[in-house]
């Protein structure tokens, strides 16, 4: 099971790369046919900027890959090895639980989802570093406060923030660079 928080995230496509390393390996040691790769997403779709969503939709349903949108992670029982989610988007996925059920989904408490897993890969919350959340420099979400047009300190006028620090209205992605 591979996953991520709804909190904010560099790279948008990290959780997936990894998911894609792992399936190839799977293939490769016999393990695929016997394994369910999911990927459950607080999102609506694997991934929002096209072309890239239109390929990647492609390609986990060529790989068979499970897809659950708007499943956020609120807890982990690495004891049981149970991953529980909730529904984040009001009205959407009503019927997780589906009539073959071959992940053994079940329901917990307040409408929680609880998938067992084998191997879970979470990517881990992001944020700006501590030398810059913690300092004048930091917005209110503690990313580097700067001009979304001039990357200038809206604070500090001699100071740029640039790259993954800077709070900018965009994913702090190479593609979201390019456009």
Same mark, same amino acid.
């Given at each position: 099971?591979? @996953?991520?928080? @709804?909190? #904010?995230i560099k790279c948008g496509g990290a959780p997936q790369k990894i998911m894609y390393? *792992? +399936? +190839?390996?799977? %293939?490769?040691? +016999? *393990? %695929?046919?016997?394994s369910h790769v999911i990927? *459950? @997403? #607080?999102?609506?779709?694997i991934f929002?900027? &096209?072309p890239f969503k239109t390929e990647l939709e492609r390609i986990v349903k060529k790989k068979e890959i499970e897809i659950k949108t708007f499943y956020a992670i609120t807890k982990i029982d690495g004891a049981k090895k149970e991953a529980h989610f909730k529904q984040v988007a009001?009205?959407?996925n009503q019927c997780v639980i589906m009539e073959d059920n071959k992940l053994s989904e079940r329901?917990? &408490?307040?409408?929680t989802v609880i998938i067992p897993f084998e191997m879970l890969h979470l990517a881990p919350p992001q944020s700006a570093p501590d030398f810059i959340k913690n300092s004048p420099f930091s917005n209110d979400a503690g990313w580097m406060d700067v001009d979304i047009n001039s990357l200038q300190s809206n604070k500090y006028k001699n100071v740029f923030g640039l790259g993954d620090v800077a709070a900018l209205p965009t994913?702090? @992605?190479? *593609?979201a660079i390019r456009k």
């Open positions: 099971m591979f @996953t991520q928080l @709804t909190t #904010p390393l *792992a +399936d +190839d390996h799977f %293939r490769k040691s +016999d *393990a %695929r046919s016997k990927f *459950a @997403t #607080p999102g609506s779709v929002g900027v &096209e009001p009205g959407e329901e917990g &408490e307040q409408g994913a702090k @992605t190479g *593609a």
